[in-house]
Nanobody, 124 residues
Framework: QVQLVESGGGLVQAGGSLRLSCAAS????????MGWFRQAPGKEREFVAL????????TYADSVKGRFTISRDNTKNTVYLQTNSLKPEDTAVYYC?????????????????WGQGTQVTVSS
């Protein structure tokens, strides 16, 4: 059974930082990109960042570019999201996602596995 477990969320003041982690178990996603998404109250889930299998290729939503960094440690089957210079509008539940395919997708329906999410709340 595949499990993705996020951690690292919390309450932080504007300008602060959090490091989110996503640990995969049950299978490895060898050769597959993995992504981070987020969902704010009353809004649809949206793409945040994507990383290639090797870690050499990354893509970010314009709203987080220059502030967030995605990385992965394949020896630990874990993906990270370093979030810096947080803003109140970054408040959301953050999810990691994995896919059985190998494409670089921004759409949520392209992903086959999701974690339970971790709450990030940024106060002003």
């Amino acid at each position: 059974q595949v499990q993705l477990v996020e951690s690292g969320g919390g309450l932080v003041q504007a300008g602060g930082s959090l490091r989110l982690s996503c640990a995969a178990s049950g299978r490895t996603f060898s050769g597959k990109p993995m992504g981070w998404f987020r969902q704010a109250p009353g809004k649809e889930r949206e793409f945040v960042a994507l990383i290639s299998w090797s870690g050499g290729g990354t893509t970010y939503a314009d709203s987080v570019k220059g502030r967030f960094t995605i990385s992965r440690d394949n020896t630990k089957n874990t993906v990270y999201l370093q979030t810096n210079s947080l803003k109140p509008e970054d408040t959301a539940v953050y999810y990691c996602a994995a896919q059985l395919g190998g494409g670089y997708y921004y759409e949520t329906n392209r992903y086959d596995y999701w974690g339970q999410g971790t709450q990030v709340t940024v106060s002003s």
